[in-house]
Nanobody
């Protein structure tokens, strides 16, 4: 399965941005999906995840209250609404398909990855 992420860009601190990711196959409809990010010189880190049915959303503490992950029931597209963006949110954002029905916080639990979309937050 291939994942296509889009919606990244250059924004100012405090702005909002919406990322989306679509899978090429409905085979993922029973799998959780998630978003990770990787800033320059840093390891990839968990951002948010959601279950196959649009429930069981979970977030990294650093984005809780600012980011919202969403997904229609058993659909192949997952979105990440990012509000009140901060400079430290600058990173390449990756979407991924979980090996399970829900999404976890470890990248090892994901079986397919998108190519990434750049988010740059400026002051």
């Amino acid at each position: 399965v291939q994942l296509q992420a889009y919606g990244g860009g250059l924004v100012q601190a405090g702005d909002s941005l919406r990322l989306s990711c679509t899978a090429s196959s409905r085979i993922v409809s029973n799998n959780g999906m998630g978003w990770f990010r990787q800033a320059p010189g840093k390891e990839r880190e968990f951002v948010a995840a959601i279950g196959w049915n649009g429930g069981s959303a979970r977030y990294a503490d650093s984005v809780k209250g600012r980011f919202t992950i969403s997904r229609e029931y058993a659909q192949t597209t997952v979105s990440l609404q990012m509000n009140s963006l901060k400079l430290e949110d600058t990173a390449v954002y990756y979407c991924a398909v979980s090996r399970r029905a829900v999404g976890g916080e470890s990248s090892a639990g994901y079986t397919a990855w998108g190519q990434g979309t750049q988010v740059t937050v400026s002051s």
